[in-house]
């Protein structure tokens, strides 16, 4: 569901009235169940060749002072947790392909580096966040998702002027943020943010469109990370099947490097932990699965990453 959806048709898919919507919707944002409402940047519509996420392994006790050091390269992009094996995860972002390297070179002969590992994205128009696969519901987190299957999308750069890119922000930090707001805000018409709006849309500049929820207060507990390596000639059918797994919400593809694909999925215990490992171990043609827990860092689906690619 978008999560621009206006109360009038949420109120006509629930059968409620609109009021009804109203008072709901503020009780879930007042309780903190609804975090935020964003839209996604498609980072190839502004110009992003590639997109990797790198994990490195330190010292424990360096960890601190060399997410510190990193940080201050504003091509990278520190997770504020650690995933998996590794005790710094992040996401390298560049508009050529010699950003990246230059970028890992410089990460790699850091001092305390022990390991690193570079996972280049297959496709970095595809939206990784899968929010639609969320259970609300804790008693129905194990009924398997029915999805179509859609055709892979081709995404180009889109020339953008600053009023796009301003309402492109405004949408990314609220989607729900009402057009006549952003026309006063920008001193522009309620038709033109309009056109604009339906422009970013078609052209695949802003893609997914979601709330953000607090998971704790759904009852789930934790994360569980699953690297993978697959035959290669699978990987389209593997993906498929992982997707329709309740509450797999976040899915990555890689081209090369130590893994072929990242799943992340939200779990409310040990009995879910152990279900999920079977159910992922029995698809075919897998190769090698690691699986690693980890606590939840805070509201998903949460775009660290497209927030800073229009700066």
Known sequence: MESRTSFTELARICGISVTAVIRRYERLRRTGIIYSENMYLNPVSVGYESLAEIGLITDLADSEKVAKSLRTNPLLLIVPSSIGKYNIYGVVKAKKLNELTETVKQIDIKPHVKTLDLLIFADIGENLWHPENLVVKLSERKKPITRPNKPIAKYEPVPLDETDIHIAKMLMENSRTPFKEIAEKLKISTKT????????REK???????IS?????LGYNAVL?????VDIGKLREIETQLLQIPN???CAKFVGGAYDLRTAIIVADFQDVFRLKEQILSIKNM???EFYLHEIPGPWPYDFIGKTLLN
């Open 213 to 217: 929820i607090d998971l704790f207060k």
């Open 248 to 250: 797999l919400i976040y």
């Open 225 to 229: 990370d699953s690297f993978m390596k």
């Open 287 to 289: 190769k090698t699965v």
């Open 204 to 210: 695949k500049v802003l893609t997914l469109s979601s």
């Open 193 to 200: 943010v309009i056109q604009r709006y339906k422009f970013l």
